[in-house]
C-alpha cells in the first residue's frame, strides 16, 4: 500500500480531495449572491470574507478556488477552453459558498456546545485508506510528505477534518430524530414498483393552429392582450472594449517553472467495459446472473469487443466497449480503483457501481508527463497576465472618460467605440459578449453615466448610459408578427382541447377504440410503465397523468384532457399491478435507510441555506468583492 501511495500522487490528490469535497456534498452549493456593492469594512485586505468573527483569507480561498477548478478541468477537461467558460461556471462563486457554509456551520456548532477535540481528528484521520499501509498508519513523516504533494499543511489538513467531524455532530444532533413513517415507506415502495398500462389518443396543438388570420379577429384578440406586448424600460449604452490578447504578452521563464513544478505526473489507463444496468435501490438479482454469463463467454474466449457489441447496455457499445485513455476522478470510485488495479490485457471480475454491473478489461496504461502540459500552462499565464494588463488600461480609460468624452478617450487609446441597440433588462445586447449581470449594473446607473469596467468574454467592457426608453404598449403593425403567432397558438390550444373534450365525453360512455376510428384520432397502447418514469416517446413523463392513472383513476376508467408535451391527451387505464408483500417485507429495511438518510440530508441542506440566509440578514457576512474579482480574474 505505502509503495502504491508513493507512486500514485496525482490519483491520492483525488482520493484526498472527494474526502474533503464530501463536506460540500452533504450541504450543497448554496450560491450566496454577493452583490458588487457589498461593503468589505472590517475586512483585511488579506481576508476575501468574513463569516461572524472568523475571517476567510485569500489564501485560503485560492486553494479552495484551486481545487475546484482542477477537478473541474479534469472530469470536463477544461484545459484549452475559452477562461470565460471557467467564469460562466462561477467556480469562484462555488469555492467562496462551500468555505461560508462550513465556517456558518462551526459558528453554530460552536453557540450549541458542539467541538471536535484533537482524539477525534488523529482517529478519524488514522481510519483513512490514503493514509494507512497493511492496516496501520503509514507514520507522520509519510503523512506529511503527502499532504505536501497534494499542496496542503498538516495544520490546514486537520483543521478542514475538524470542521468535517463537527458538521457531522450538528448533523447527528439535528436530524436523528427524523425518521421514515410506515405510510410513506408504503407509499415509496408502491411507486418504485407498481406498474400500469394505458392505451390514449392525442389531439396536437400545433397541428390544430389556423393557417389563415381573421384581421378583425386579430384585432380583437390584440385589444385584450395588450398589456401583455408592453416593453419595459430600455436602455442604449455606447462602449469600448479593452481586449485581452494573451497573444500579445510574455510570461517569464521562471513563472512556468513554478506552475511546472506543481504539477505531478498523472497515470492513465485505456480500458474497454461492458455494462449491464440496475436500478440502485433495487433488486438486482437478474442483471447479476445476465453479467455472469457474458462474464463467462469471456473467460471462455470470446472477442470482448464482439461481445460489448452485442450486449453492452452502455453508449460505449458500438465502439466495442472502448472508453479510451482516463485519468483519477474521471470514473466512479468502483470503477476507477478496478481499472486502475488491473495490468493490460486484464479482465475484471464483476465490478459494481451505481450504473449497474461491469465488466473491464484494461487495453493500455500510460503516464502523462508534466512536460506535456507546458503548452496550458504557459497560456494560462499569459492569459493571466493579458486580464491584468486589459483590466489596468480599462480602468485607466474610465478614470479619464470622467474627465473628458469617451469617444476622444477610446481615440488616444487607438480604440473604438460603439453602440449597442435599445435593450431590456434581460435582453442579450448583439455585439456584446456579457452575462445578465451586465444588464443589472446598467440598469442602476442614470443617463451619462458610467460603468465600472466588467469582464466580458475576452476582455473588458468601459460603457456610457446614453439613453433611456420609459415602458410603453406599442401600436399593432409594430408588433403584428408576434401578435399574429400568438393569436394562432392562442386558438391551436383551444381548438385541440376542444377536439380531446369531444371524445372524451363520448369515450366515457362508449368503446375507446370505436369512438377514437370515428373521430379519425390514432389509438397508442403503451408498455407497463412505474410511477415517475416516462410513459413512452411521445407522453413522457407527466406528473398529472400520473397521478390520475396510479391514484385516482380504476381499471378500465377513462380520464382527461390533460396537456402532455404539447398535446391534449385522453387516456383510458388497462392494467395496474399489485405490491407483492413479500418482495416488500424483504426490502423495506435497504428502502427505510436509504429514504432516511434522504430525508436527513435534505433536512440539513435546508438547515445551511437558511443558516446562511439569516447571517446575511444581519450582516454577518462579509464579503471583499473587488479582491474576490481580482483573485478569480
Given at each position: 500500500m505505502l509503495a502504491f501511495l508513493r507512486r500514485k500522487q496525482k490519483g491520492l490528490k483525488w482520493i484526498l480531495w472527494i474526502v474533503i469535497f464530501g463536506l460540500a456534498a452533504g450541504m450543497v452549493l448554496l450560491f450566496v449572491q454577493t452583490p458588487g456593492d457589498v461593503s468589505s469594512g472590517g475586512l483585511s485586505k488579506a481576508d476575501i470574507a468574513q463569516v461572524g468573527d472568523r475571517p476567510i483569507s485569500a489564501v485560503e480561498f485560492r486553494k479552495q478556488y484551486q481545487r475546484l477548478y482542477e477537478m473541474y478541468r479534469q472530469v470536463y477537461k477544461l484545459d484549452q477552453q475559452d477562461p470565460a467558460i471557467v467564469k460562466q461556471l462561477g467556480l469562484g462563486q462555488q469555492a467562496l459558498n462551500q468555505l461560508i457554509s462550513e465556517y456558518a456551520l462551526t459558528m453554530q456548532a460552536r453557540e450549541l456546545g458542539i467541538d471536535a477535540t484533537t482524539e477525534e481528528v488523529r482517529q478519524e484521520i488514522m481510519k483513512m485508506p490514503a493514509f494507512q499501509n497493511k492496516g496501520a498508519f503509514v507514520g507522520t513523516t509519510v503523512y506529511q510528505q503527502i499532504l505536501e504533494q497534494n499542496n496542503m499543511s498538516i495544520g490546514e489538513f486537520e483543521e478542514s477534518m475538524r470542521r468535517d467531524i463537527i458538521r457531522q455532530k450538528l448533523m447527528h444532533v439535528l436530524t436523528d430524530g427524523l425518521v421514515i413513517t410506515p405510510e410513506e415507506l408504503r407509499k415509496e415502495f408502491e411507486n418504485r414498483n407498481v406498474e400500469a398500462k394505458v392505451r390514449y389518443v392525442s389531439v396536437d396543438k400545433e397541428a390544430s393552429k389556423p393557417t389563415a388570420v381573421d384581421e378583425q379577429e386579430l384585432q380583437k384578440y390584440y385589444n385584450s392582450h395588450k398589456e401583455g406586448y408592453r416593453t419595459g424600460e430600455q436602455r442604449q449604452v455606447s462602449y469600448v472594449f479593452v481586449q485581452a490578447d494573451p497573444t500579445s504578452v510574455k510570461v517569464s521563464p521562471e513563472a512556468v517553472a513554478a506552475r511546472m513544478n506543481s504539477i505531478n505526473p498523472e497515470e492513465q489507463v485505456r480500458a474497454s467495459h461492458i455494462l449491464v444496468k440496475s436500478a440502485q435501490g433495487q433488486d438486482d438479482t437478474e442483471a447479476r446472473k445476465k453479467a455472469e454469463a457474458i462474464l463467462a463467454r469471456i473467460k471462455a474466449g470470446e472477442d470482448f469487443a464482439k461481445v460489448a457489441k452485442e450486449v453492452s447496455e452502455d453508449g460505449s457499445a458500438e465502439k466495442g466497449g472502448d472508453l479510451g485513455f482516463f485519468g483519477h476522478g474521471q470514473m466512479?470510485?468502483?470503477?476507477?480503483?478496478?481499472?486502475?488495479?488491473?495490468?493490460?490485457?486484464?479482465?475484471?471480475?464483476?465490478?459494481?457501481?451505481?450504473?449497474?454491473?461491469?465488466?473491464?478489461?484494461?487495453?493500455?496504461?500510460?503516464?502523462?508527463?508534466?512536460?506535456?502540459?507546458?503548452?496550458?500552462?504557459?497560456?494560462?499565464?499569459?492569459?493571466?497576465?493579458?486580464?491584468?494588463?486589459?483590466?489596468?488600461?480599462?480602468?485607466?480609460?474610465?478614470?479619464?472618460?470622467?474627465?473628458?468624452?469617451?469617444?476622444?478617450?477610446?481615440?488616444?487609446?487607438?480604440?473604438?467605440?460603439?453602440?449597442?441597440?435599445?435593450?431590456?433588462?434581460?435582453?442579450?445586447?448583439?455585439?456584446?459578449?456579457?452575462?445578465n449581470d451586465f444588464n443589472q449594473k446598467v440598469f442602476g446607473l442614470k443617463k451619462g453615466d458610467l460603468t465600472q469596467p466588467y469582464q466580458g468574454s475576452g476582455g473588458y467592457y468601459i460603457a456610457r448610459i446614453d439613453d433611456i426608453k420609459a415602458p410603453s404598449i406599442p401600436p399593432l403593425e409594430q408588433v403584428r408578427s408576434r401578435v399574429e403567432n400568438d393569436y394562432k397558438t392562442s386558438r391551436g390550444d383551444e381548438l385541440a382541447k376542444q377536439k380531446a373534450t369531444e371524445f372524451f365525453n363520448a369515450a366515457k360512455s362508449g368503446d375507446f377504440e370505436a369512438v377514437a376510428k370515428k373521430a379519425d384520432l390514432k389509438v397508442t397502447t403503451t408498455n407497463y410503465f412505474k410511477k415517475g418514469t416516462n410513459i413512452d416517446e411521445t407522453l413522457r413523463f407527466s406528473p398529472e397523468l400520473h397521478e390520475r392513472v396510479f391514484d385516482k383513476e380504476a381499471e378500465g376508467e377513462t380520464t382527461g384532457p390533460i396537456e402532455v408535451s404539447g398535446k391534449f391527451v385522453v387516456v383510458q387505464v388497462i392494467d395496474r399491478t399489485d405490491v407483492d408483500p413479500a418482495r416488500f417485507e424483504q426490502e423495506k429495511a435497504q428502502l427505510e435507510r436509504e429514504l432516511t438518510d434522504q430525508k436527513r440530508g435534505q433536512f440539513f441542506a435546508t438547515y445551511v441555506r437558511n443558516l446562511v440566509d439569516e447571517l446575511r440578514k444581519n450582516n454577518q457576512i462579509v464579503i471583499n468583492q473587488q479582491l474576490l474579482d481580482d483573485v478569480t480574474s
Amino acid at each position: 500500500m505505502l509503495a502504491f501511495l508513493r507512486r500514485k500522487q496525482k490519483g491520492l490528490k483525488w482520493i484526498l480531495w472527494i474526502v474533503i469535497f464530501g463536506l460540500a456534498a452533504g450541504m450543497v452549493l448554496l450560491f450566496v449572491q454577493t452583490p458588487g456593492d457589498v461593503s468589505s469594512g472590517g475586512l483585511s485586505k488579506a481576508d476575501i470574507a468574513q463569516v461572524g468573527d472568523r475571517p476567510i483569507s485569500a489564501v485560503e480561498f485560492r486553494k479552495q478556488y484551486q481545487r475546484l477548478y482542477e477537478m473541474y478541468r479534469q472530469v470536463y477537461k477544461l484545459d484549452q477552453q475559452d477562461p470565460a467558460i471557467v467564469k460562466q461556471l462561477g467556480l469562484g462563486q462555488q469555492a467562496l459558498n462551500q468555505l461560508i457554509s462550513e465556517y456558518a456551520l462551526t459558528m453554530q456548532a460552536r453557540e450549541l456546545g458542539i467541538d471536535a477535540t484533537t482524539e477525534e481528528v488523529r482517529q478519524e484521520i488514522m481510519k483513512m485508506p490514503a493514509f494507512q499501509n497493511k492496516g496501520a498508519f503509514v507514520g507522520t513523516t509519510v503523512y506529511q510528505q503527502i499532504l505536501e504533494q497534494n499542496n496542503m499543511s498538516i495544520g490546514e489538513f486537520e483543521e478542514s477534518m475538524r470542521r468535517d467531524i463537527i458538521r457531522q455532530k450538528l448533523m447527528h444532533v439535528l436530524t436523528d430524530g427524523l425518521v421514515i413513517t410506515p405510510e410513506e415507506l408504503r407509499k415509496e415502495f408502491e411507486n418504485r414498483n407498481v406498474e400500469a398500462k394505458v392505451r390514449y389518443v392525442s389531439v396536437d396543438k400545433e397541428a390544430s393552429k389556423p393557417t389563415a388570420v381573421d384581421e378583425q379577429e386579430l384585432q380583437k384578440y390584440y385589444n385584450s392582450h395588450k398589456e401583455g406586448y408592453r416593453t419595459g424600460e430600455q436602455r442604449q449604452v455606447s462602449y469600448v472594449f479593452v481586449q485581452a490578447d494573451p497573444t500579445s504578452v510574455k510570461v517569464s521563464p521562471e513563472a512556468v517553472a513554478a506552475r511546472m513544478n506543481s504539477i505531478n505526473p498523472e497515470e492513465q489507463v485505456r480500458a474497454s467495459h461492458i455494462l449491464v444496468k440496475s436500478a440502485q435501490g433495487q433488486d438486482d438479482t437478474e442483471a447479476r446472473k445476465k453479467a455472469e454469463a457474458i462474464l463467462a463467454r469471456i473467460k471462455a474466449g470470446e472477442d470482448f469487443a464482439k461481445v460489448a457489441k452485442e450486449v453492452s447496455e452502455d453508449g460505449s457499445a458500438e465502439k466495442g466497449g472502448d472508453l479510451g485513455f482516463f485519468g483519477h476522478g474521471q470514473m466512479v470510485p468502483e470503477f476507477e480503483q478496478a481499472a486502475f488495479a488491473l495490468q493490460p490485457g486484464q479482465t475484471s471480475e464483476l465490478v459494481k457501481s451505481p450504473f449497474g454491473f461491469h465488466i473491464i478489461r484494461v487495453v493500455d496504461k500510460a503516464t502523462t508527463q508534466p512536460e506535456s502540459q507546458r503548452p496550458m500552462v504557459e497560456f494560462e499565464l499569459r492569459q493571466a497576465e493579458a486580464n491584468r494588463k486589459a483590466r489596468d488600461q480599462a480602468y485607466k480609460i474610465l478614470n479619464e472618460a470622467r474627465k473628458k468624452a469617451l469617444a476622444d478617450v477610446a481615440k488616444e487609446h487607438q480604440l473604438r467605440v460603439m453602440t449597442s441597440e435599445f435593450f431590456g433588462l434581460g435582453d442579450p445586447i448583439p455585439g456584446m459578449i456579457v452575462r445578465n449581470d451586465f444588464n443589472q449594473k446598467v440598469f442602476g446607473l442614470k443617463k451619462g453615466d458610467l460603468t465600472q469596467p466588467y469582464q466580458g468574454s475576452g476582455g473588458y467592457y468601459i460603457a456610457r448610459i446614453d439613453d433611456i426608453k420609459a415602458p410603453s404598449i406599442p401600436p399593432l403593425e409594430q408588433v403584428r408578427s408576434r401578435v399574429e403567432n400568438d393569436y394562432k397558438t392562442s386558438r391551436g390550444d383551444e381548438l385541440a382541447k376542444q377536439k380531446a373534450t369531444e371524445f372524451f365525453n363520448a369515450a366515457k360512455s362508449g368503446d375507446f377504440e370505436a369512438v377514437a376510428k370515428k373521430a379519425d384520432l390514432k389509438v397508442t397502447t403503451t408498455n407497463y410503465f412505474k410511477k415517475g418514469t416516462n410513459i413512452d416517446e411521445t407522453l413522457r413523463f407527466s406528473p398529472e397523468l400520473h397521478e390520475r392513472v396510479f391514484d385516482k383513476e380504476a381499471e378500465g376508467e377513462t380520464t382527461g384532457p390533460i396537456e402532455v408535451s404539447g398535446k391534449f391527451v385522453v387516456v383510458q387505464v388497462i392494467d395496474r399491478t399489485d405490491v407483492d408483500p413479500a418482495r416488500f417485507e424483504q426490502e423495506k429495511a435497504q428502502l427505510e435507510r436509504e429514504l432516511t438518510d434522504q430525508k436527513r440530508g435534505q433536512f440539513f441542506a435546508t438547515y445551511v441555506r437558511n443558516l446562511v440566509d439569516e447571517l446575511r440578514k444581519n450582516n454577518q457576512i462579509v464579503i471583499n468583492q473587488q479582491l474576490l474579482d481580482d483573485v478569480t480574474s
